[in-house]
């Protein structure tokens, strides 16, 4: 059965599927010995904190490692013994019951509150309610490090702690219901290149089965026949080729020789040591909000500038676009008070709350202009939705540019400025725009959901979510289109279709400048596009903007990249 998700980390796998969703048994009743009792919950905290501690010692990430100090903190905390021993003794109940009330009302606390950040961590202190219950029942919880077989992990809301380990051999997917691509497990999957898909429900997998996960394309294989399994080992020992190959892959050049930019996405501190081993061509989209996330306080302009600085100076002379902060939307900050909405993927997110934030975005755009004296950086700005705003927001830049002459530090004068083209406003009047501004880059993740009123991180509709419906295509050459009587500007996509192979055929043949992809797929990207034939390419997608259904979209496509990259695909 081929169940369809949403494709979070790339690659494929094979292996047994193992659901870690520990079930806890139901809670005890009556009345029983308190003494016995305390001692077996003092002992559960106990274990549950050694785990903890285990955990933080081969943690790489700083946020994972802050988040599992979080979790031990909590149970470090002298009241949690006082109180637990207060209700055992007094109600003389189990210790399980003593726990669950002691961490239902910590949870209630948390979710009641008007701060996101902590109503998020709400959800932390159910994982420490679930490793403390299980310490008491003696339930085995899972371990990486004492896999012996390769396996495909299944859960219904899997989380970052299943992979905090230095252990990885054996685990060859993840599968989760729950969670997006950027929540802590779809951005830890992607960096260490684990395949991994989302918005599978664990219902449809049984335990042990053999399972297959496609991360490219975003489905997984389950009751598999033999036949089948030969194929898909045949098909990942080409993968395994694939990759080999791309070992060598240095530029994106077509069969008649037309070159491509391909950059990296990046926003994780731990992406600076990859830069120098990957051929990428500078950063097109790098996503300041993952600096601000997680912390209690906003970070300062001076820490900002040494992280951009970092990457600009290892990136020599290669192009670095920096987007100014993407907050709201399902990215939330403890200090960025935006209040619960009904819908925040159409609320007060992004250049919206910079615009009526204004010192805050002075501060962040002062951070971007000091690192420009270092490199060659642009600024981007998200979510634009119209002209005014591209006007109001370059107002405060000059402001900052004007702050910074005073303060006599250096910043380069003619610093290019672009929007992200995400919201279909602006997809409308892009050649109104492109006067505006230095480059466009295509947002196509969040341009497919507002174009097509299909929510991106529902798992019911994952179907709905197509970059080829047709109505998203002829956005996307409005857009290209609007950009080539400009020789000085370019336009890029930093969505995830840049690095669909079939997106690849499309965009090549709208001509699409720059491709900006996630770091595990810049080799990849290139060699799709060496594999194409330019002007070839031109004319079929010429030949497919006259498709009325996504389907004849695609299955054109199809047949086009089987033919162009063969095995490959
Ligand atoms: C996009 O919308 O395509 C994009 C790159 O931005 P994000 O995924 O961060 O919203
Ligand atoms: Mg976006």
């Known amino acids: 059965m081929k169940l369809l998700g949403i494709k979070v980390g790339n690659g494929l796998g094979l292996g047994k599927a193992l659901i870690i969703d520990a079930k806890l048994p139901e809670l005890n009743n009556g009345t029983t010995d308190s003494k016995k009792e305390i001692k077996k919950v003092f002992k559960a905290i106990d274990e549950a904190i050694v785990d903890y501690e285990e955990i933080i010692k081969v943690l790489k990430d700083d946020d994972l490692k802050s988040l599992t100090e979080f979790n031990k903190n909590v149970l470090i905390s002298p009241s949690i013994k006082i109180e637990l021993e207060k209700t055992i003794t007094e109600q003389q109940c189990y210790g399980d019951v003593a726990i669950d009330i002691y961490f239902a009302n910590k949870i209630k606390q948390l979710e009641n509150l008007d701060n996101n950040y902590l109503k998020e961590r709400a959800k932390d202190v159910k994982d420490i309610r679930h490793k403390v219950l299980a310490k008491y029942y003696g339930i085995k919880e899972f ?92 098909k990942i020992k080409i993968e395994i080729e694939l990759n080999k190959e791309l070992d060598n892959v240095k530029e994106a050049k077509t069969l008649d020789g037309y070159e491509f930019e391909v950059s990296a996405n990046a926003g994780d501190l731990t992406e600076l040591e990859k830069i120098n081993s990957i051929p ?37 002379d290669k192009p670095m676009i920096i987007r100014t902060l993407d907050i709201g939307g399902d990215k939330k900050c403890p200090y ?105 880059s295509i947002g196509t993740n969040d341009l497919v959901q507002y174009t097509t009123a299909v929510d991106r991180g529902n798992t019911q509709i994952t179907s709905l979510y197509n970059w080829f419906n047709p109505g998203v295509v002829r956005l996307l050459k409005n857009t290209i289109d609007a950009t080539k009587d400009y020789d000085n ?14 997106g690849i055929i499309l965009l090549v043949g709208l001509g699409l400048d720059e491709f900006s992809v996630n770091m595990n797929m810049v080799k990849r990207t290139k060699k799709y596009i060496s594999l194409l034939n330019k002007e070839e390419t031109t004319n079929f997608v010429d030949s497919l903007l006259t498709l009325t259904t996504a389907k004849e979209i695609e299955d054109k496509l199809n047949k086009y990249a089987k033919e162009k990259y063969g095995k490959f695909y």
Do not use: W
């Open 143 to 234: 371990n990486p490090n004492l896999l012996k077989e390769d396996v495909i992990l299944v859960s219904n809301e899997m989380t970052a702690n299943v992979l905090l380990t230095d252990n990885l051999d054996h685990i060859k997917g993840v599968i989760s219901l729950l969670g997006g691509k950027t929540s802590h497990i779809g951005i830890l999957t992607t960096s260490l290149g684990i395949p991994s898909v989302f918005g599978i429900d664990v219902k449809n997998i049984l335990n042990d089965e053999l399972i297959f996960i496609d991360g490219n394309k975003g489905f997984v294989k389950t009751n598999l026949k033999d036949e089948e399994i030969k194929k898909i080992k045949e």
């Open 280 to 316: 990428l061509d500078g950063i097109g989209l790098f996503r300041t909000e993952f600096l601000y996330l997680n912390k209690t306080t906003p970070p300062t302009e001076d820490y900002l500038f040494e992280v951009y600085k970092s990457f600009v100076t290892k990136l020599g």
């Open 336 to 440: 960025i008070d935006i209040k619960e909405e009904a819908n925040p993927f159409l609320g007060y997110r992004a250049i919206r709350y910079c615009l009526d934030h204004k010192d805050f975005f002075k501060t962040s755009l002062k951070a971007i202009l000091r690192a420009s004296a270092f490199g060659n950086i642009s600024i981007m700005y998200p979510m634009i939705s119209s002209k005014e705003e591209i006007i109001k927001a370059n107002e405060i830049l000059e402001e900052a540019k004007q702050d910074l002459i005073k303060e006599k530090i250096k910043f380069k004068k003619d610093i290019k400025v672009g929007i992200m083209i995400e919201i279909p406003a602006t997809a409308v009047i892009a050649d109104m725009l492109i006067k505006e501004v230095d480059f466009f």
């Open 489 to 502: 500007k370019f336009v890029g996509m930093c969505g995830e279709m840049a690095a669909d192979p079939l």
